[in-house]
């Protein structure tokens, strides 16, 4: 249940930052603003990339990535306007700025949105951006940034959101997941030449958020990371045993096994280390699975008590 | 809990499924015989539900059931029935019957109320159904063995319900009742073995009793065994039935894992069992000091003279699970099921 609520939260999450912009304005009820995304790209410090946008529902989304590492911290802008940004990350920065235009605006072609061009406003924002990361992992500290308003004519088909193609899900031939409150754990084996840097695909993710504190708004930060190994960091030759060893960030081991009671266990020391935090376990006693041959089926195993 | 629902339902529909009347082909319909069937609620004794039904005229069941909640959201059950037949005459509302040593019924239903009338099912045609409720009257005594409870009167309410000959599109009507007794006296499993990964069976049967013990491991779940417990035999012009059925802690099943041989497994289920038994594929043989406390009741449930086995599968391999299994031998009390053969 706890696992069901987490993942509710998690999409209920998501679906927010990518909510067509003129859904958010009926659930407003304030008139129909227009669909305007601000985006700044920032250069963090320890080779780090920072990408903040502001969602037509003001959404502040400030992205910190770095080698298939990806961290998200979320908040609410307090501004309605689509020029101006007032929006504090409690216990991580500020983001206060105004966007100037600057140059004409251009509608640039994307693949795959034929017909669909954005229109973008390149610019600058003057004003404040602050941002420190868990145990000062990367920073940035600015007064003035090169910035854009785009006005997507659909929220698939944006200029500055970075869609990175998945391998498609017909391609796999064995796979593992497991989940909690808080984390998804995705292991993906595809036959050779279907993905770049090997056989398999690595995937976590999780999710925390800061309740609503004396006027402040919610902070909700994801942190992701996606990576490709070679095929035998993930063993399956016999059907009731696997053993994951994922490349860094990931850490330690994890192994599905069945034990005398016919429950597949799935333990280990397996954990990721994202950066600026103390290692997440993914694997452990009473944990939920789910392990898959394409072939063949699955070995499902539901989360019970420690 | 769903359990506890399914085996109340079982002792009705053990009610309900033999009251039903024979069928008679007749081109495209079926024939559904007359039928008058009652009951009676005798309320609860020593945590027992008691009953007295009579799912047609020439049956009489004493049912006792009694369900619990366990720890970790778990739960048990055992329940016992007991069948013989009806010396008097239910159309007129009378119930006679002897229990052997344990007891006896003479009861007539005093009616109150309107008589209820309804139409027949969906599917069948030819009159309505009528339904009598009110108080049985006379005498009801019966005790338990090893007086595990004890009744003495007829309090409750009851009811005695008639449905005329029907004619019923085919397939739509009641299935035709057992004739033997014993078939009474052996409802259905409380845990469908489907899905099962783990699955050990022991039985035996001598002197016309049947024992037979099941435990097994669904894909999926968590830690832990649903077992069950069925005894059948007959008893001086009547048949009894008890049972027990448990959705096991962990500990209760351990076996060897798929491929290994020879097989083995340990089968130590909580109250109302005691002990543990081991199956070991090696010796083809059950032992150990397994035993059940039921009903006033103490059964060893291993040995020699049981017969066991054991399933054990890979879901990957034998998406089916255990339920292509056939376990016992040809003297089962189990009732057959569609697709329950050997592959």
Redesign the interface.
Known sequence: MRMRQAAAAVLALVALACIPASAGAVAEGSGSPPMQWLDIDLAGSNGYSIHVSVNPRRHLILQVSKEGVELEYMTRDVLPDADRVKAKLVGFGTVSVRFHRRGAVRHPSLPGCEGKRPTVQPGVVRGTIKFVGEREYTQVKVREAEAAIEEPKSWLCRYAAKFEPRPGQSDWISKFSTEEEGFYFLARKYRPGVIEGGEVIYLAETGETFKRTAGRPPLTIFRDVSVPASASTFRDAH??RLTLSPPPPFIGTGTLT??????FAWGGDLAVQFPGIDPIPLAGPGLGSDYC?RE???????E??R | MVAVGLVVAAVLVLAAGAGQAELRRAGRFDVQRALTAGYLSLGKEKGYQLALSMPNAQVVIFSAVRTERLQ?ERFSGRYSVYVTRNRGSLERGVVRARFGSLGRVSLRLRPSGPTRRSDPRSGCEGGLLTARRGRFVGHLSFRGEGNYFHVASPKGNGYIAHSPRLRCEQGKAEERPPRSLRAYAAPNFVFSDEQS??LLYASTHSHGRYVGISAM?R???????DVQLKIVEPRRGMVTGHGAFLDGP??T??????GAHPATATLAPPAPFYGEAAYSEEADAWTGNLGVKIAGLSLPLSGPDFHARLC?V????D?DGCDFFKTEPAFIERPARPGWMLR
């Open positions: 059907p009731e069945r034990t005398a009671e016919s429950v041959l063949t089926g699955c070995i499902r195993q539901v019970y008590q | 970790d990964i783990a491991h894909e999926e779940s968590r830690p832990g065994a962990p500990g099943l351990l076996t060897s894992r798929p054990v890979n879901p990957l391999r998406k």
